[in-house]
């Protein structure tokens, strides 16, 4: 598997400011997704991240909070927009090439205040 | 009724012991299977991936599939405090959407 770095590793923002996360990917990989895990709960798929075309929302997430950009096939980035204490979370990217196995960054915690 | 079900535990078992975790689903339509681990502050790292039923096995580890009781485990044999970490239970259908579980969260005492 590709290895996946995500910057930041953590921050402490705000209520009503925004946050933009990256992730690299080592090697060209075919899909890349984006995740979030509450506290205590599962992963939740937020998105697909298209290269070079509009991300594609899962159920519940929309473009306006959860802006997402994949100018090429290493990189990705999620922006949290206008964020509340809700949106404390740990939000993770992951990269899937061939097969259906997914492979997951180390995550960026996030706290809101 | 959530699509994957977990018992988020904690599981505490002394070393050496075999752990034993399982995940209930409901959509029939999963054919991909996946156990995760998850240590504190990290992301999800892959352990097991299995398709359709059956058995698999990887050194100390066991994963099992059963598709007609909608029912997957994970055994860990002769475990080891490095074992200790979250486990999360993962599938799919033919597709690349992921269902995950809660996550069990195990400790294996020296």
């Known amino acids: 598997s590709a290895v996946i770095s995500q910057k930041p590793s953590r921050d402490i923002c705000q209520r009503g400011t925004s946050l933009t996360i990256q992730c690299q990917v080592d090697s060209q990989v075919t899909m890349m997704f984006w995740y979030r895990q509450q506290p205590g709960q599962s992963l939740t798929l937020i998105a697909t991240a298209n290269q070079g075309s509009e991300a594609t929302y899962e159920s519940g997430f929309v473009i306006d909070k959860f802006p997402i950009s994949r100018p090429n096939l290493t990189f990705s980035t999620l922006t949290v927009s206008n964020m509340s204490p809700e949106d404390s979370s740990i939000y993770l990217c992951?990269?899937?090439?061939?097969?259906?196995?997914?492979?997951f960054g180390p995550g960026t915690r996030l706290t809101v205040l | 009724q959530k699509e994957v079900e977990q018992d988020p535990g904690p599981l505490s078992v002394p070393e050496g012991a075999i752990v034993s975790l399982n995940c209930t689903y409901s959509n029939s339509a999963f054919q991909y299977f996946m156990w995760y681990r998850q240590y504190s502050r990290k992301g999800p790292e892959l352990l097991m991936y299995?398709?359709?039923?059956g058995n698999k096995e990887d050194g100390r580890f066991t994963a099992q599939v059963d598709k007609s009781s909608k029912y997957i485990s994970l055994f860990i044999r002769d475990s080891q405090p490095s074992d200790s970490a979250t486990y999360l239970c993962?599938?799919?259908?033919?597709?690349?959407?992921?269902?995950f579980g809660a996550g069990t969260t195990v400790t294996v005492r020296a």
């Open positions: 299995t398709y359709s039923s």
């Open positions: 993962a599938m799919s259908a033919n597709d690349y959407k992921l269902s």
């Open positions: 992951s990269e899937r090439t061939g097969g259906t196995e997914q492979f």
